[in-house]
């Protein structure tokens, strides 16, 4: 990231936004910032460029809020000690997700979450509750699709250690992982996996997804005492109301990088996808389109000489993943 300071402008990243109010973080300083009337209005009059991390061309809505957590901008301060947003830089990337139309005929609105992510951590237990591997799979796809690696946390395997779902549990593990997926095993109970979780989000700006009740204040806590508490509080007071978005919060991390929680997938959904595009953000099934009869216009259902099939029958392609794909290409 380009980033440039002055005597009179410094650089700083958005970690929270209330109101039209922004808390940029400068020199490990945060400076309560508004936004330029100049930047609302170049913003709200013009559309932005379509989203640079997805490889997909067709989302191009408008932008209600032009900064999101995570933004890098550009901030004078004033005499109150406040400050004030003169410019946005150019995002690697951002997830988004869409949000009713405002007034009758007009596009639905993209609603910015994050922008300039380094990775999206989903987070499954062991048990209680039971993994939904599909619902990994869709979490998977829409990292894909904007071009953010995942990195797969399992939480509270204390629960199947030494029992038979421990050796199921593995079998999935290992099935994520030759896709090319890290895992890592974790426990709140036992510190298992936390070190090794520490390492993977210093220095980062993760987005943790995940449903409730998986364990993530408890892991939160054990990697830093009260962590988890403190992301828990804003994301209760804050994550249930209609815009859930303009009270976004990024927490800093002590070894450095920050953190995102999101409530679920409806706020990391896989919305904007054509049906036609699911395929090639399976990893392992990428490689063989192409290679169907009916070609890139395959839709790897109940065509003829789908390459997809064979591959599957082949075990070369978990049966389980294509599920996973089939369905998600029928709720598109
Ligand atoms: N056995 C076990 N239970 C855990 C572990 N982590 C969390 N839990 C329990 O799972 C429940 C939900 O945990 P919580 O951290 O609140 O989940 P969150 O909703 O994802 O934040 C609580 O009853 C925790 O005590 C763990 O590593 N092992
Ligand atoms: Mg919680
Ligand atoms: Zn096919």
Not at 166 to 174: D, F, N, Q, R, V
Not at 228 to 247: A, D, E, F, I
Not at 261 to 272: A, I
Not at 289 to 298: A, E, P, V, Y
Request: hydrophobic share 35%; with cysteine; glycine share 10%.
């Amino acid at each position: 990231m380009q980033t440039q300071n002055t005597d009179t402008h410094f650089t700083g990243i958005v970690y929270k936004k209330m109101l039209g109010h922004y808390d940029v973080q400068h020199n490990n300083k945060i400076t309560n910032c508004s936004l330029s009337a100049k930047l609302w209005k170049d913003f709200s009059t013009t559309e932005l460029s379509d989203n640079p991390g997805r490889r997909v061309t067709h989302v191009s809505e408008k932008h209600m809020d032009p900064i999101a957590i995570g933004d890098y901008v550009q901030f004078i301060k004033t005499d109150d000690g406040s400050g004030m947003i003169m410019d946005l830089f150019p995002r690697k990337n951002y997830i988004a997700r869409s949000s009713a139309k405002p007034m009758p005929g007009a596009h639905t609105f993209e609603q910015v979450i994050a922008a300039n992510i380094d990775q999206v951590i989903p987070v499954f237990a062991a048990a209680d509750p039971e993994p939904k591997w599909h619902m990994l799979d869709r979490y998977l796809v829409a990292a894909e699709s904007y071009g953010i690696p995942s990195r797969i946390v399992i939480t509270k395997f204390d629960l199947v250690q030494g029992t038979p779902a421990e050796g199921k549990l593995k079998t999935w593990i290992a099935l994520y992982q030759s896709i090319g997926y890290p895992v890592i095993v974790t426990s709140s109970k036992t510190s298992q996996g936390l070190d090794h979780l520490r390492q993977t989000l210093a220095d980062q700006h993760s987005v943790l997804v995940g449903k409730s009740g998986v364990g993530k204040t408890s892991l939160l806590n054990a990697l830093e005492p009260g962590f988890g508490l403190r992301v828990q509080t804003v994301n209760q007071s804050t994550g249930k109301g209609r815009h859930t978005t303009s009270h976004l919060e990024m927490f800093p991390l002590q070894g450095g990088g920050a953190l995102i929680d999101t409530p679920g997938v409806r706020e990391f959904g896989v919305y904007g996808l054509e049906s036609m595009d699911i395929a090639v953000f399976f990893p392992e099934i990428a490689p063989v389109l192409g290679q169907c009869k009916f070609g890139l216009s395959c839709q790897h259902d109940e065509e003829p000489g789908c390459a997809v099939r064979q591959g599957v029958m082949d075990g070369r392609i978990s049966p389980y993943r294509y599920q996973s794909y089939l369905r998600l290409k029928d709720d598109l």
